[in-house]
């Protein structure tokens, strides 16, 4: 704590003492100032300007304070001043005392609640921002909440103290008018319990609710007039269609056929969508080949002198489609349909915010009436605009599965995880690849370290891996294929066989309906924390909603999605994204939960990094796998997670323990007293926690255990 809050709290503490030492209370009593009133009323006659200034500051100066006696000031204005001027002093002084005590407040604590709470308080600031005002007005309208708590407490948000002064100001009127009106008949009242009666009370938690059930109005007349243009059918053929199955589509379809709801899944090209049919699992059973390969690369490393591959190229490509013809029947329609689910195969097309159109391969179409939707349409990859790009025949992540023969010289745009992915399995394979990106590292969400230990890999295993290179324009030369990029203010020429682009992924929102519907769209489909498009009875979930591009968070959308979808208005859920996990499936692997140490720098949020090196660990070591490390990032002090990257062999494994320990607040410390079985890389959780464990070591009871021991030793 700096000087300035030291002395600040001193003086608080000091007035505080103060008030009790001298029982500045028995001064704000009922009795007391029913005492007084003849008193005050002489004051008053003989200095009318004076009094207004005393009662003033005295309310401020308990307000601010949060001293007891607010609720007989206010009386006490009624009785000095009228209900008039009563009213508009109190209001101001109270509303100032409140702004007093909201800023002490956030200058006291404020920073040390952000050190603690961090993340958490994030999301009450964002939730802060976007409707503070709303329930700080609510709250200000029931005097029965205690004021000084609402001022305290507001303090350590994110809120603007003109917001506070305003909503404050405007929502204590009522309460104020009341008490001021009382204290107009102070020689009447017996008792302070007597001005709430259960009737008042009653009155104003009225009140209180009256802008929520407001507010509720306000957003049922504006769904309303969104779906004024159209007419609602009688009844629905169905209770929800989803559009798109890929990973998300079909999670949703699953939840609703299970929750026993008629829905229908609308899928124009393949079941699976990308993760199946050109993600996830291509890429992946390319990268197991891949691996394989770079393992006879170093088999002296095992200890076995020579061992060459022979393969076709082909082969390994028609191995990656068999492990998709595999995997087929988990996202089968024989699957779903026996699950309850209505497989539709067609192009959908939302038509009203009840009805889907579909159109089969054949030309007809089929009309479908519903109580909801879920768009679940995913995304493709991004082409950019870079001149000559058409005349390449360039590659994407949708056709390179189609290849079966090995480019000599492959250029990929992109330093992502796909680009990265395919840059080292396409090398390994025995393409000479050039992997060019804009920025100056690889990864570029993840901590530099980790790009540094990745592009040191690459480049070991022959990759030419160009950073800081802008690609400019492709050209076609005596045949030759050729990327220009800048460079250091440079053009570079890179001569390739193919090229394959890989800078991103555009969600599909295009041809369905949401132009026609008025549905607002940016990078990706406009949604509320609930899933709910502009029209609250469309859902969007998955890559065309973002804010995330993987599997999992597809499915994980896909659960909201289903189940506000069928149950809203009666129960909905926002989407939880507290805890999300991701890996890319380079060599080595690199995994992630939570923050990073460049994120949380960017973010202003405290924190202590342990780390832990995975060349010491004996499992890696004999694996001949020995690299990599565990980076651990705390709440300063404790043992709370806050994010946590691996970098290593089978990194998005390990990372589920750190996954489960967030989701469900478990410390480094517990992670310490949990057995993890010898030999394996899953110790290295262990020992991260055990390295932060020894930092926290403390030092002083370890001298006095110190001597303790010595005295025991005689
Ligand atoms: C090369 C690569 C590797 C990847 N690796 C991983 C990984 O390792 N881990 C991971 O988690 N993620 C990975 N991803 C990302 C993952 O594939 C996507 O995040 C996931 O597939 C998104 O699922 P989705 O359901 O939102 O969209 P999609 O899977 O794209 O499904 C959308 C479906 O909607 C259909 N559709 C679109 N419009 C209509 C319409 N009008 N009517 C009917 N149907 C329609 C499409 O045909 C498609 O089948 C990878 C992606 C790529 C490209």
């Not at 290179?469 to 030759?480: D, S, V, Y």
Request: proline share 4%.
């Amino acid at each position: 704590m700096n000087y300035k809050k030291l002395a600040l709290l001193a003086v608080l503490l000091a007035v505080v003492w103060a008030y009790l030492a001298f029982d500045l209370g028995q001064y704000l009593s009922l009795q007391a100032l029913k005492a007084q009133q003849a008193a005050i009323a002489d004051y008053q006659a003989s200095h009318p300007v004076r009094i207004v200034g005393v009662y003033f500051i005295i309310y401020v100066v308990a307000t601010a304070l949060s001293l007891p006696g607010a609720a007989l000031l206010t009386l006490a204005g009624g009785a000095i001043f009228g209900l008039l001027w009563g009213t508009v002093i109190v209001s101001f002084a109270s509303t100032l005392g409140a702004t007093l005590a909201f800023l002490m407040s956030r200058f006291l604590l404020r920073d040390w609640v952000s050190q603690r709470f961090g993340q958490r308080l994030d999301a009450i600031d964002e939730g802060v921002k976007r409707e503070g005002a709303f329930y700080l007005f609510t709250l200000r309208l029931v005097p029965v909440f205690p004021f000084f708590l609402i001022n305290l407490l507001f303090g350590l948000t994110a809120m603007n103290a003109r917001t506070f002064f305003w909503v404050s100001q405007i929502g204590m009127l009522a309460g104020t008018l009341v008490y001021v009106n009382v204290g107009t008949q102070l020689a009447r009242l017996d008792s302070l319990s007597g001005i709430l009666s259960p009737a008042l009370l009653g009155s104003f938690a009225l009140l209180g609710v009256f802008p929520l059930i407001a507010r509720k109005l306000v957003e049922v007349v504006r769904a309303n007039k969104r779906y004024a243009r159209w007419k609602k059918p009688a009844r629905f053929d169905r209770n929800l269609v989803v559009i798109g199955g890929g990973s998300a589509g079909l999670v949703t379809a699953y939840i609703a056929a299970a929750v026993k709801a008629k829905v229908s899944l609308v899928e124009k090209h393949k079941l699976g969508g990308d993760c199946l049919n050109t993600g996830c699992v291509p890429s992946k059973a390319l990268i197991r080949s891949a691996k394989f390969l770079s393992h006879i690369a170093r088999s002296q490393a095992f200890g076995i002198g020579s061992v060459q591959a022979q393969f076709e190229f082909a082969d390994v490509m028609e191995r990656v489609q068999s492990v998709i013809k595999t995997i087929e029947p988990h996202d089968s329609a024989e699957r779903y349909t026996a699950l309850g689910v209505d497989v539709i195969q067609g192009a959908a097309r939302i038509v009203s915010p009840w009805e889907v159109e579909i159109t089969h391969e054949n030309g007809s179409t089929q009309s479908l009436t519903t109580r909801s939707i879920v768009i679940a349409t995913g995304a493709r990859p991004f082409v950019p605009p870079i001149p000559g790009i058409d005349d390449v025949a360039y590659l994407t992540s949708d056709n390179v599965w189609s290849l079966r023969e090995l480019p000599k010289r492959l250029v990929v745009l992109g330093g992502g995880p796909i680009g990265s992915e395919l840059t080292q399995a396409f090398a390994r394979l025995g393409a000479r690849v050039t992997q060019v990106e804009m920025a100056d590292r690889i990864l570029m969400r993840e901590d530099p370290e980790v790009s540094e230990l990745v592009m040191a890999r690459f480049r070991a295993e022959g990759i030419d891996v160009r950073v800081s290179h802008r690609a400019k324009q492709f050209l076609i030369e005596n045949g030759e294929k050729m990327l220009i990029a800048e460079h250091a203010g440079q053009d570079v020429c890179i001569s390739f066989d193919a090229v394959l682009v890989a800078v991103g992924r555009s969600a599909n929102l295009k041809g369905f309906g949401l132009e026609d519907l008025g549905i607002p769209v940016g990078r990706t489909v406009e949604t509320n924390e609930f899933l709910q498009t502009h029209y609250p009875n469309i859902y969007a979930a998955g890559d065309v909603a973002g804010p995330f591009q993987f599997t999992h968070t597809a499915a994980h959308q896909a659960w909201y999605a289903a189940v506000n979808a069928l149950f809203d208005p009666l129960k909905k859920f926002k989407a939880d994204y507290s805890v999300i996990p991701w890996a890319t499936f380079v060599e080595p692997e690199v995994a992630r939960v939570g923050l990073n140490e460049q994120e949380a720098k960017e973010k202003d949020i405290p924190c202590e990094v342990t780390t832990y090196g995975i060349d010491d660990l004996d499992r890696a070591i004999a694996d001949g796998e020995a690299h990599g490390f565990i980076k651990v990032l705390t709440v300063p002090g404790k043992d709370r997670i806050l994010g946590v990257t691996i970098v290593g062999e089978h990194a998005g494994d390990l990372i589920a323990e750190y996954v489960l320990a967030m989701k469900h607040g478990i410390g480094l410390n517990k992670m310490l007293g949990t057995i993890h079985i010898y030999p394996t890389l899953a110790e290295a959780n262990k020992y991260v926690a055990g390295n932060w464990k020894r930092a926290h070591a403390p030092q002083k009871l370890l001298a006095w255990v110190e001597r303790f021991h010595a005295w025991r030793r005689g």
